[in-house]
């Protein structure tokens, strides 16, 4: 089992730039493919960014691929997310989550640990 609070999210300007930080208590962290998912007010829960269990492979959703970046340091059980380039779009709040299904798509119901959640606004 996993515990996973979320910090670094705020109000920025459109693009501007936040970087997410994801704790993990316990010692099991790094046996854990892990994903950033984001939840805007009256629509679904959508897939960001995912990272596997060693960091060698990395997945974003086409909306921000070339913008946001996903990165571990199991050392230090945390997980991060560098946005860069905010868009009023990206307005959410923004989940961390650690997978339990080995098979699957990056899609919430693969994800079973999830973080509070913390609040990304970007401003126009």
């Known amino acids: 089992q996993v515990q996973l609070v979320e910090s670094g999210g705020g109000l920025v300007q459109a693009g501007g730039s936040l970087r997410l930080s994801c704790a993990a208590s316990?010692?099991?962290?790094?046996?854990?493919?892990m994903g950033w998912f984001r939840q805007a007010p009256g629509k679904e829960r959508e897939f960001v960014a995912a990272?596997?269990?060693?960091?060698?492979?990395?997945y974003y959703a086409d909306s921000v691929k070339g913008r946001f970046t996903i990165s571990r340091d199991n050392a230090k059980n945390t997980v991060f997310l560098q946005m860069n380039s905010l868009k009023p779009e990206d307005t959410a709040i923004y989940y961390c989550?650690?997978?339990?299904?080995?098979?699957?798509?990056?899609?919430?119901?693969?994800?079973?640990?999830w973080g509070q959640g913390t609040q990304v606004t970007v401003s126009s």
């Open positions: 316990g010692r099991t962290f790094s046996t854990y493919a």
């Open positions: 989550a650690a997978r339990v299904y080995y098979s699957g798509g990056q899609v919430a119901e693969n994800y079973g640990y």
């Open positions: 990272i596997n269990w060693s960091g060698s492979s990395t």
